[in-house]
């Protein structure tokens, strides 16, 4: 299994910079993707941004050119830097884990951590 704890989150104005960090333990070897979803009230959990073991990245497109998802393997971390915040950015913001074998796949999720980006 592998468990994940996040940490960073908090309230800004909109146009600041919060990083959001998520350290994965357990079985993190057998870790493909790790990524960021998020959820704002009365709408669904959306992806946010994900990144595969070859640093191979991807956001969605309202993050674009403001979002940056990197990853520490040393640390077993994965960190969002997130930039020129929008109040629509506003959510709780959850870690993701896909880990497994070639034939099967398991989803990890930690706690979330609010943000909150007051205009």
């Known amino acids: 299994q592998v468990q994940l704890v996040e940490s960073g989150g908090g309230l800004v104005q909109a146009g600041g910079s919060l990083r959001l960090s998520c350290v994965a333990s357990?079985?993190?070897?057998?870790?493909?993707?790790m990524g960021w979803y998020r959820q704002a009230p009365g709408k669904q959990r959306e992806l946010v941004a994900r990144?595969?073991?070859?640093?191979?990245?991807t956001y969605v497109d309202s993050v674009k050119g403001r979002f940056t998802i990197s990853r520490d393997n040393a640390r077993n971390t994965v960190y969002l830097q997130m930039n020129s915040l929008k109040s629509e950015d506003t959510a709780v913001y959850y870690c993701?884990?896909?880990?497994?074998?070639?034939?099967?796949?398991?989803?990890?999720w930690g706690q979330g951590t609010q943000v909150t980006v007051s205009s």
């Open positions: 993701n884990a896909v880990y497994g074998t070639a034939d099967m796949s398991v989803n990890s």
């Open positions: 357990g079985s993190i070897f057998m870790i493909k993707i």
């Open positions: 990144i595969t073991t070859g640093a191979n990245t």
